[in-house]
């Protein structure tokens, strides 16, 4: 089992930067591929950033590229999403994802960060 904390979203000025972060509490997090979604009101969930387990390779939605990085620190069992010129079509509940890299049909959820961006 693993629980998934996230932290660090809020309310920003569009072009801003907000770092989010998610702590996983797990005895083996490089067992797990990582990933930050994202769900505004009315609209489906979508894939935001993926990591692999190793941090070695990272997968970005087209609407983000260029402006997010995602990171992980295996260390503290943490994955970061850099999110820098923010717009106001980032506005959504940003969610936390781990996805076990033995049996994808594993994963789990954290519970949501606000992140809200003003014009």
């Known amino acids: 089992q693993v629980q998934l904390v996230e932290s660090g979203g809020g309310l920003v000025q569009a072009g801003g930067s907000l770092r989010l972060s998610c702590a996983a509490s797990v005895s083996a997090f490089s067992s797990y591929n990582m990933g930050w979604f994202r769900q505004a009101p009315g609209k489906e969930r979508e894939s935001v950033a993926r990591?692999?387990?190793?941090?070695?390779?990272?997968y970005y939605a087209d609407s983000v590229k260029g402006r997010f990085t995602i990171s992980r620190d295996n260390a503290k069992n943490t994955v970061y999403l850099q999110m820098n010129s923010l717009k106001p079509e980032d506005t959504a509940v940003y969610y936390c994802?781990?996805?076990?890299?033995?049996?994808?049909?594993?994963?789990?959820w954290g519970q949501g960060t606000q992140v809200t961006v003003s014009s």
């Open positions: 990591i692999q387990w190793s941090g070695g390779s990272a």
């Open positions: 994802n781990a996805e076990y890299r033995y049996n994808g049909l594993l994963q789990y």
